[in-house]
């Protein structure tokens, strides 16, 4: 898949683009309906698939909005859209500017000067324009004049209930992570730099990773997980601990994970990380050897668990 920012859309000369549109901030089972209807039209017409997306989230720029907390960073996005096996991924950059492109400029401009779109799809909810003035309807009456199709996707369901970003947020920040990974359709995963921390877990015989995570994530509950780790393609089981490390009064929140059978230095290297089931809440011990015969039955459990 090739990634094409806004700068160089003029560029870009394929013919024959079946486009999916939207802010995609989940890439859940709904969104990927969209996008796997996109790729499929795209082949039957012999034509190449695109997404159209937008970076940073509109929310942040729009104001008095508030920004929700991510499901999947920048670099995820980018990954989950080339397992879909889509060909392009169209990034507009979000700004000011362009909240204010009126509805037919961003169709004359964006879609058909730009983009050469054929066909576009999208979710029966789509909005687009200067204040959202724009809707599926107008859609299909501008495709009409400017001659490409438009599709339009009734969002998946789930036990009578629509699919939605922030119905999947809600779920993680509760913990419920096998709901959200049913309706992920991939387990809950967050990614970031492993960086130097205090060094408290390989002083107590039980190394751990401290990840910088890249983007502000939607997080599950603070405690301890068995999660899979994946460094470089290759994948590990691990004991992580999110939150605050009551036993040494942090204030900040943080993620360590200890990498089963793994010794390797991978200091400012990227992880991501699954979640795979909660073990525990965060506790506060009396003593370190309180906190290291627990940390030594955590890893025990998801030895047992994952391996």
């Known amino acids: 898949m090739k990634v094409i920012t806004n700068h160089n859309f003029k560029d870009y000369n394929k013919k024959n683009t079946c486009l999916a549109i939207g802010a995609f901030d989940g890439l859940h089972k709904g969104h990927q309906l969209i996008i796997n209807k996109t790729v499929k039209n795209a082949k039957l017409n012999r034509g190449v698939s695109g997404v159209l997306s937008f970076h940073p989230h509109p929310l942040e720029i729009i104001s008095g909005q508030k920004t929700p907390p991510a499901i999947i960073s920048r670099k995820q996005k980018i990954s989950v859209l080339e397992n879909l096996d889509v060909d392009y991924y169209f990034e507009q950059k979000f700004t000011p500017e362009f909240a204010q492109l009126e509805v037919k400029d961003f169709i004359e401009k964006v879609l058909v000067k730009n983009l050469n779109v054929s066909c ?150 990227r992880i991501c990380t699954d979640f795979v089931e909660f073990i525990r809440p965060e506790i506060k011990f009396d003593s370190r050897k309180d906190l290291i015969k627990q940390m030594k039955q955590d890893i025990l459990y998801t030895r047992n668990l994952l391996c």
């Open 120 to 269: 576009v799809v999208v979710g029966d909810d789509f909005r687009f324009g200067h204040q959202n003035r724009g809707n599926v309807e107008i859609l299909k009456k501008m495709g009409e004049i400017y001659n490409f199709d438009t599709k339009i996707i009734s969002q998946l369901n789930a036990n009578d209930d629509r699919i939605s970003s922030t119905r999947i947020r809600r779920l993680i920040q509760k913990g419920c992570l096998t709901k959200a990974e049913n309706l992920l359709g991939r387990p809950y995963q967050i990614c970031g730099k492993v960086k130097h921390g205090k060094k408290r877990g390989r002083k107590m015989g039980v190394p751990t990773a401290n990840v910088s995570l890249e983007t502000n994530y939607s997080l599950p509950p603070a405690g301890v997980y068995a999660v899979k780790v994946y460094i470089k393609n290759k994948s590990y089981t691990g004991a992580a601990n999110l939150g605050f490390n009551p036993t040494f009064e942090e204030k900040n929140i943080n993620f360590e994970i200890n990498i089963l059978n793994f010794n390797e230095k991978i200091y400012d290297k």
